[in-house]
């Protein structure tokens, strides 16, 4: 089946260290997002990735960094620098192109921070 | 910057019933897209409904709709015959028509509940 993975669902840190969370998708997507949902708000873009090896600051790229080194796989970590890292965190993807905006959705990592 | 209003935190309808969702958004850009996602419980992110600034005809997706006013910067989502599934938290999306990029700017969402 082709989709998006996020894994694992639910990961707990405690505060000052870096945690990197996995995005993998099988659907031939170029393009790859990062966006971060806090209670009452909607979907905050953290990072883009367009192509593989080249991506984007989106709106709250503070505290984060991302790779891009394959086509499948935009991994994404939360740094120490991060002041509020606990939150649910979405990875999407898309086509690319002139269907860039018909973004896939996987199913969420939930990162609490202690 | 373009910024995407949901003024509902939270509805309720009746099974079968119809419920009309609001949206409103701010932009001064003339060629974008406009979306509707559902978030059930299991916080999966499902695209409802999509719907194109150039045309004038609005979207509709079985027992979803929309109205979108252009002018107005208004896209609600009505959903017919509701049913016990559709209970979620639904947003609003507004993508700028760019080759560029597209990035998404949600809404706040509001959390519909469905009635038996």
């Known amino acids: 089946d082709g989709g998006i993975t996020q894994s694992p669902k639910y990961l707990f840190r405690k505060e000052g260290q870096n945690v990197t969370l996995s995005c993998e998708q099988n659907?031939?997507?170029?393009?790859m997002y990062w966006y971060r949902q806090d209670p009452g708000q909607g979907l905050r873009l953290i990072y883009y990735?367009?192509?593989?090896?080249?991506?984007q600051k989106g709106d709250i790229a503070e505290g984060y960094s991302v790779s891009r080194e394959k086509k499948e796989s935009f991994p994404l970590t939360v740094t120490s620098a991060q002041k509020n890292p606990t939150a649910f965190y979405l990875c999407?993807?898309?086509?690319?192109?002139?269907?860039?905006?018909?973004?896939?959705f996987g199913p969420g990592t939930r990162l609490t921070v202690t | 910057a373009q910024t995407v209003t949901q003024s509902q935190p939270e509805m309720s309808v009746q099974e079968a019933e119809t419920v009309t969702l609001s949206c409103t958004y701010d932009?001064?850009?003339?060629?974008?897209?406009l979306f509707w996602y559902k978030q059930p419980p299991s916080r999966q992110m499902i695209l409802v409904i999509r719907?194109?600034?150039?045309?004038?005809q609005n979207a509709t997706e079985n027992r979803f709709s929309v109205n979108f006013q252009k002018a107005a910067k208004s896209f609600s989502l009505k959903i017919s015959d509701s049913q016990l599934g559709d209970a979620a938290m639904y947003f609003c999306?507004?993508?700028?028509?760019?080759?560029?990029?597209?990035?998404?700017?949600f809404g706040k969402g509001t959390k519909l509940s469905v009635i038996p």
């Open positions: 719907q194109e600034a150039y045309k004038q």
């Open positions: 999306a507004y993508c700028l028509r760019w080759a560029g990029s597209y990035q998404l700017t």
């Open positions: 659907l031939n997507h170029d393009a």
């Open positions: 999407a993807s898309s086509i690319g192109g002139d269907n860039a905006y018909e973004q896939y």
């Open positions: 932009t001064s850009e003339s060629d974008y897209y």
């Open positions: 990735s367009q192509i593989v090896n080249d991506f």
